[in-house]
T-cell receptor, first 108, second 112 residues
Framework: GQQVMQIPQYQHVQEGEDFTTYCNSS?????IQWYKQRPGGHPVFLIQ?????EVKKQKRLTFQFGEAKKNSSLHITATQTTDVGTYFC????????FGAGTRLTVKP | DAGVIQSPRHEVTEMGQEVTLRCKPI?????LFWYRQTMMRGLELLIY????????DSGMPEDRFSAKMPNASFSTLKIQPSEPRDSAVYFC??????????FGQGTRLTVV
């Protein structure tokens, strides 16, 4: 199956700062999904991107899918303490393999 | 629907014992995934099924691990014999077609 690489592994920000995590695949993806896992919890679906160059927004979260459908990003504007958790991308070519995740901590 | 149900939530066992993890997917979902999560290795895909048929088990660590899906509403992941390095959180997830996946609460396995 395809491998997705995710960076950074960790990100610590001050509340109110922005945050971005990046996901890269060695192969073209049919689509990409993003999930959030709160500490002690399970991954929860955030969004799916399908089209080349697609951009979707959910309040302070902006998701992008690259033109070549090999990379994606998640950007959070003005982080809040409720944004704490690990954000995963998953390439979705039938199998669903996750990147290593980016663990976000937010200092109040 | 109650979502994906995993049991047990916690399991502590001695090295060498057989461990069986259980999963009930969401009704109507045709994909089922088993993952293992550790700090070192992240969220690893172990195996996935489509319509109860195992499609890719390349993530299963070794022959000690086996998974079955006898019907659309039940799957098991078995480790025999268990070893301390198998300690992890094991997640089951199900999905209908090419849509979002729903995860169970996970089973935290500790092998001593």
């Amino acid at each position: 199956g395809q491998q997705v690489m995710q960076i950074p592994q960790y990100q610590h920000v001050q509340e109110g700062e922005d945050f971005t995590t990046y996901c890269n695949s060695s192969t073209t993806l049919s689509n990409i999904q993003w999930y959030k896992q709160r500490p002690g919890g399970h991954p929860v679906f955030l969004i799916q991107l399908v089209k080349s160059g697609e951009v979707k927004k959910q309040k302070r979260l902006t998701f992008q899918f690259g033109e070549a459908k090999k990379n994606s990003s998640l950007h959070i504007t003005a982080t809040q303490t409720t944004d704490v958790g690990t954000y995963f991308c998953a390439g979705n070519n039938n199998d669903m393999r996750f990147g290593a995740g980016t663990r976000l901590t937010v200092k109040p | 629907d109650a979502g994906v149900i995993q049991s047990p939530r916690h399991e502590v066992t001695e090295m060498g014992q057989e461990v069986t993890l259980r999963c009930k997917p969401i009704s109507g979902h045709d994909y089922l995934f088993w993952y293992r999560q550790t700090m070192m290795r992240g969220l690893e895909l172990l195996i996935y099924f489509n319509n109860n048929v195992p499609i890719d088990d390349s993530g299963m660590p070794e022959d000690r691990f086996s998974a079955k899906m006898p019907n659309a509403s039940f799957s098991t992941l078995k480790i025999q014999p268990s070893e301390p390095r198998d300690s992890a959180v094991y997640f089951c997830a199900s999905r209908g077609g090419n849509t979002e996946a729903f995860f169970g609460q996970g089973t935290r396995l500790t092998v001593v």
